[in-house]
């Protein structure tokens, strides 16, 4: 896995240009009722194909995460099953489901602002398992993963590890 510092200039300056563009999307979420503020891009030969908050609430779908209707745009539109050389942006570290459906997609690259360890837990379905353990667990071993690009703004989305979250926005706790 690699941390922003690790990557060359070019791909650090593209990545921060693509997570700005996440983090505008997850604050257009946020601030929509039925939206959340976790913003997606997916990028391939550096053309957005396709962008999404996570939609959950309005479509009464509990998989509609910001990466999964990303994920969904852009294949319905390239009219195929398979990314192979697309980067997935994500405020927010991925979830399980997310992870999943990334590695079935063929992504090639993920790329995200705020870690699980920088966030409240509810965010995540686990206790323990870091969804880091899934790609590293997988098949491929092609799919690469970038943390903590624009960590700062992205963590700044939600809420603090262990802060006191009010009852109408728990999720998974
Ligand atoms: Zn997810």
């Known amino acids: 896995m690699n941390r922003p510092g690790d990557a060359d200039s070019v791909t650090g300056a593209r990545d921060g240009h693509y997570m700005r563009r996440a983090i505008a999307l997850a604050e257009r979420g946020g601030s929509r009722p039925g939206f959340g503020p976790i913003g997606c891009v997916i990028v391939i030969d550096g053309e957005i194909i396709s962008e999404a908050c996570n939609e959950a609430d309005s479509r009464h779908d509990p ?24 980067t997935l942006y994500s405020t927010l570290q991925p979830c399980g489901m997310c992870t999943m ?13 705020a870690g699980r360890r920088q966030v409240h837990k ?6 323990h398992l870091d969804t880091i353990d899934f790609i590293n667990d997988a098949f491929r071993d092609d799919l ?8 700062g ?21």
């Not at 509810?122 to 206790?127: A, L, P, S, T, V």
């Not at 690469?144 to 960590?151: A, F, I, K, Y």
């Not at 703004?153 to 706790?173: R, S």
């Open 153 to 173: 703004q992205c963590a700044a989305l939600y809420y603090k590890p262990g802060e006191d979250v009010p009852f109408a926005e728990q999720t998974n706790i």
């Open 144 to 151: 690469q993963v970038t943390e903590g690009v624009l960590c």
């Open 122 to 127: 509810m965010y995540f379905e686990g206790r």
């Open 101 to 113: 459906a990334s590695i079935w997609a063929r992504i090639g690259r993920i790329v995200f602002g």
């Open 63 to 86: 998989t509609a995460h910001a990466e999964i209707v990303a994920i969904r745009r852009a294949t319905e539109s390239l009219k195929t099953t398979e990314l192979r050389g697309a």
